[in-house]
């Protein structure tokens, strides 16, 4: 079972945005030749995710500094761009080169289970346990994975940050569509009915270029948003696909009913015409892409990176960009959302296990940590309940981290970590991506593709037993 909890809660940045997001250059900290493997055990590496501002690198680099100062040791830091850290990560286990640490964006959905379950991560219980009061249930849940060589759950990853799926609108296209963004539906149905009335105004108007929904529709390997978006609709109706001990309970009626509201619902924004036709092809840049340049009315995005890329422009940010809550379940209920915690790990085959140990150990430290997250600039939130009662989360004057502060009061976890073999659903099979490319493209009806993805499900289950 997906456990809820609650937690008591009293440049042209475009570019810059969405370059995390594509397969741009790797960004080095420090540039060095081709190293021997006698020379590569004795550096310190560090591979991190490419960081949306200045002031997060900034913050992460006086972290790292600090931490150098007091052990004498010198950190090489490589920063790496969504699109291929994790590629990268797994050709350098296999070549037995990987770095000492790695923080990816990512790797939570498919790679570090995986790992975790071929014994290739450091179990690093021991600097987890002794803070473990200091984190919230779901990232405690999100960094236990099993260990397939002692059969054994225990922590494997270290929770710096987390997010969940933001929803954003542009209100000067709402308002020039004849609509009023103080009254958007918040009921299921009411909700998307609005953005499809808006497209509709729109198209009137000779406008055929706006789309009133931009949902990730692609299962393609570059394509996290669309596990995230369609887990979080199987999330809003109910589904349910593994117990608590991680087993597979996806044959009850309710999970199938489930699966397939969830696919008629998704899918059908994009038979409907609502959402643009290249979705089904979309990396997790292009979603972004196509909002910023308003040819989409609304959009949903992990974390806030759509709005911290328009940070440079104080009226668009703060007037016509708008970070908006989720509607209600379609059972009318509060939704749970799903969040992503981004973890960091220190490889088995590390040669600096201590030292990684030592360094995650100081960033993790609640004030370091605070430092980095505000550095980062909404980019991520705190692990830390604690932290998102500072004034910077709690009391923001900034609309965008305001709303998607709220997100963390009722939340639910990604089934990867319950289960390693569920890494496959969403990662190199692809099963919710193919489903829903089949039904919005009439290759399929939903109830079809719901068996199909059911099959895959319990055939990918079966092997990993």
């Not at 990176?305 to 960009?321: G, H």
């Not at 360094?359 to 605070?370: D, G, R, T």
């Amino acid at each position: 079972m997906r456990r809820r909890q609650f937690n008591q809660l009293s440049l042209s940045l475009a570019g810059l945005g969405l370059a995390a997001c594509s397969d741009s250059a790797v960004l080095n900290y420090i540039k060095s030749d081709k190293k021997t493997e006698e020379e590569l055990k004795k550096k310190f590496r560090v591979w991190w995710i490419q960081s949306f501002y200045p002031a997060e690198t900034e913050a992460l680099s006086q972290i790292v500094a600090e931490w150098e100062k007091i052990n004498n040791v010198k950190v090489e830091i490589t920063y790496y761009n969504d699109g291929s850290i994790n590629r990268d990560a797994e050709n350098a286990l296999n070549n037995g080169k990987p770095p000492d640490i790695l923080f990816s964006n990512t790797a939570e959905f498919a790679l570090y289970p995986k790992l975790a379950w071929q014994n290739k991560l450091l179990d690093v219980t021991d600097i987890v346990e002794p803070i473990k009061d200091l984190f919230s249930p779901i990232a405690l849940k999100a960094v236990s994975y099993k260990n397939g060589a002692t059969n054994k759950r225990s922590y494997h990853a270290i929770p710096i940050a987390q997010l969940a799926a933001g929803l954003h609108y542009w209100r000067d296209l709402v308002v020039e569509m004849g609509l009023s963004d103080t009254n958007i539906p918040r009921d299921w149905d009411g909700f998307w009915k609005f953005w499809e009335t808006a497209q509709d105004r729109a198209r009137s108007k000779g406008k055929k270029e706006i789309y009133g929904i931009g949902l990730p529709m692609s299962p393609e390997a570059t394509n996290t948003d669309t596990i995230f978006m369609f887990e979080q609709f199987l999330e809003a109706y109910g589904v349910d696909l593994l117990d608590d001990n991680g087993q597979l309970q996806i044959d009850s009626p309710q999970n199938y009913q489930g699966i397939v509201a969830a696919l008629t619902k998704y899918a059908g924004f994009y038979k409907e015409g609502y959402v643009p036709s290249k979705a089904t092809q979309w990396t997790d840049a292009d979603n972004n892409q196509v909002f910023l340049s308003k040819n989409s009315f609304m959009t949903a995005n992990p974390g806030l990176s759509i709005p911290a890329s328009q940070q440079f422009d104080p009226v668009v940010y703060n007037k016509k960009l708008v970070t908006t809550e989720w509607p209600l379940a379609p059972s009318s209920k509060p939704l749970n959302y799903l969040v992503a915690v981004k973890q960091a790990v220190i490889f088995a085959d590390s040669h600096n296990q201590a030292l990684a140990k030592s360094l995650l150990s100081h960033i993790i430290k609640p004030s370091n940590l605070l430092t980095y997250l505000k550095g980062a600039g909404g980019r991520y939130f705190p692990t830390m309940p604690k932290l998102l009662e500072d004034p910077y989360y709690k009391d923001s004057q900034d609309p965008h981290i305001l709303t998607a502060t709220k997100q963390f009061q009722n939340t639910a976890s990604f089934y990867a970590a319950q289960n390693p073999a569920y890494a496959d659903v969403g990662g190199d099979e692809k099963v919710w991506g193919k489903a829903i490319k089949s039904v919005a493209q009439g290759d399929a009806t939903p109830e079809q593709a719901a068996n199909i993805a059911i099959a895959k499900i319990k055939d990918i289950f079966a092997k990993w037993k």
